[in-house]
Each structure stands twice: as C-alpha cells, then as structure tokens.
C-alpha cells in the first residue's frame, strides 16, 4: 500500500555499501516504496559513505573513540538516529556487533543481511566455511535482529547451488546479486505492513 508519509530508512554500514545501492536503485525504480533519512558509517573509509553522498543522501561517520564502551558508542549512534527519526534502521554490512539497549530502543525495527542460509553459518567468513564443509547450498539472509548475533525471526532467504569450481571469491560474487534482490523486497515487505 502507498502513502504519502514515506517509509523512513536509517542505513548503517562498514564498507562497500552494494546492499545501500541495491536499495537506493530500488527507490529510484520506483519498486521500494520508502526514503533513506540517513547512512551512517563506524568507518571514514567506506565507500557506502561517496555513493550516499552523490545521492544527496546525508551521509554521516560516527567513529568509535578510544576507550569508549559498547553502550556508550551505541548512545552517540542513537543521538544520531534520533535526529532522522527512521521507522527502520537497515544493517547493510554494518561491522559491529550492537547492544541491547541499542536493540531494544528499535525493538523489531532493525533488519539486517547476512550472507548464509541462517542459522546456519553465523558469525564471519561464511563463503569459506560452506565450502570447508562441503555444502550443496549457499545463500543470504534477512532477519531481525535480536541481542543475540545473527539472530531473530527471518524475513526471507535466497539459495543458490554451489558449483563445483565456486570459490570463496566467486560464492560471495553470487551471493550479493541475490542479497540486492532480497533485501529491496524485504523493506519493501515491511514499508507494506507499517
Ligand atoms: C554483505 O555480504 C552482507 O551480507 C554482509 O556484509 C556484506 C556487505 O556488503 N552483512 P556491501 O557493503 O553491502 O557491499
């Protein structure tokens, strides 16, 4: 369903920022029926931040000082949200593990994209470890997120076959052209039922 007030989206990411383009691609297509209010990077570095900015998209670093604590980073994060008030906050390769102060002050409203079929393969190096394992499939993940890493209700997966010749390289390659179809969809999915 369409309404006029738009489907705020706070994106917090760590580096490339392929799933925020995916998003942004699908907001400018007309497909995803919703508006980035903010992106916001731990790290000065992430490309994620140029491709916000060329959009007109604020783009904003919050840095962890040193010293500082989880709770305490994650306050300066809130103080940031705050002031785009985003009915969702869109994890997208966001590299840091969040508090549960944090989670509970967007209780159910923070998604994130991981790239395994959860709750197998939580946590790092995904690609490497299907393969170690010998698995026939692979894929990614969006779900809610919970105090507990990788964790909460899934939202939608996508499998793909692994190949006989797949890398680690060439399984990840394949993985985000699946994530940047589902996770459109899913936001999509939650702007719907607001
Ligand atoms: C994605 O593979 C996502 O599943 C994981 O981090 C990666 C981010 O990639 N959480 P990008 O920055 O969106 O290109």
Partial sequence: MTTNTPFKLAVLISGEGSNLQAIMDAIDAGTLDAS????????ASANGLNRASQAGIPAVVVAPVKGQSREEYDQCLLATLATSAPDLVVLAGFMRILSAGFVHSFAERIINIHPSLLPAYKGMDTHQRVLDAG??????TVHFVTEELDDGEIIIQSRIKISADDDANSLQQRVHIEEHVIYPRAIQWLSDKR
């Fill in 36 to 43: 980035i209010e903010i992106v916001i990077s731990n790290k």
């Fill in 135 to 140: 698995e026939t499939y692979h894929g990614a």
